[in-house]
């Protein structure tokens, strides 16, 4: 369990299209007024239905900002990933594999944790921006160019031959 001390409440910030409630505060890790202590923002995801290991609660922590992260990345494939990820490691990881984590300090959980987000590619998970579209060329009628119809074109062939 990641410990944390709340520097202010926890805002509910909406309902996603899922049905699932998200909330967020900004927190301080570890339990001491430490200067040196990572500040971070903790996003709360209550679902609408729990997992299959029965839990019904996602928290997830990052230095970004709200606003950051909305201008950089796009939530559909962060949330593509995180799911992708959860199954992932419900897959291939046992429970007693998390107990380093459950034992590890704030400042020792912090300080991995940042150390893994250095080796994420943002890149993959920047919004697309959108092109204009290209309007469609304009045609003009040429009365020097009389339109035709191929089918009566055809059949006057067939009139006139043997």
């Known amino acids: 369990m990641?410990?944390?001390r709340p520097l202010e409440p926890l805002r509910e910030v909406g309902v996603d299209d899922k049905g699932a409630q998200i909330g967020e505060q900004w927190v301080q890790l570890g339990l001491e007024a430490d200067e040196q202590a990572l500040r971070v923002r903790r996003i709360r995801?209550?679902?609408?239905?729990?997992?299959?290991?029965?839990?019904?609660?996602?928290?997830?922590?990052?230095t970004l900002s709200a606003e950051q992260a909305e201008a950089a990345l796009s939530g559909?494939?962060?949330?593509?990933?995180?799911?992708?990820?959860?199954e992932s490691l419900?897959?291939?990881v046992d429970a007693?594999?998390?107990e380093p984590f459950r034992r590890a300090s704030p400042q020792a959980m912090a300080a991995w944790l940042a150390q893994q987000?250095?080796?994420?590619?943002?890149?993959?998970?920047?919004?697309?921006?959108?092109?204009?579209?290209?309007?469609?060329?304009?045609?003009t009628h040429d009365p020097g160019r009389a339109h035709f119809s191929v089918a009566r074109t055809l059949q006057q062939r067939k009139?006139?031959?043997?």
């Open 159 to 162: 009139v006139k031959a043997p």
């Open 117 to 139: 987000a250095k080796r994420l590619d943002l890149a993959r998970y920047r919004k697309t921006g959108r092109s204009t579209r290209t309007p469609a060329v304009k045609r």
């Open 90 to 92: 419900d897959t291939i």
């Open 2 to 4: 990641l410990r944390y």
């Open 76 to 86: 559909y494939y962060m949330a593509i990933e995180m799911r992708n990820l959860g």
């Open 45 to 62: 995801i209550q679902l609408p239905k729990p997992t299959r290991d029965g839990d019904d609660t996602i928290c997830l922590v990052t």
């Open 96 to 98: 007693g594999d998390w």
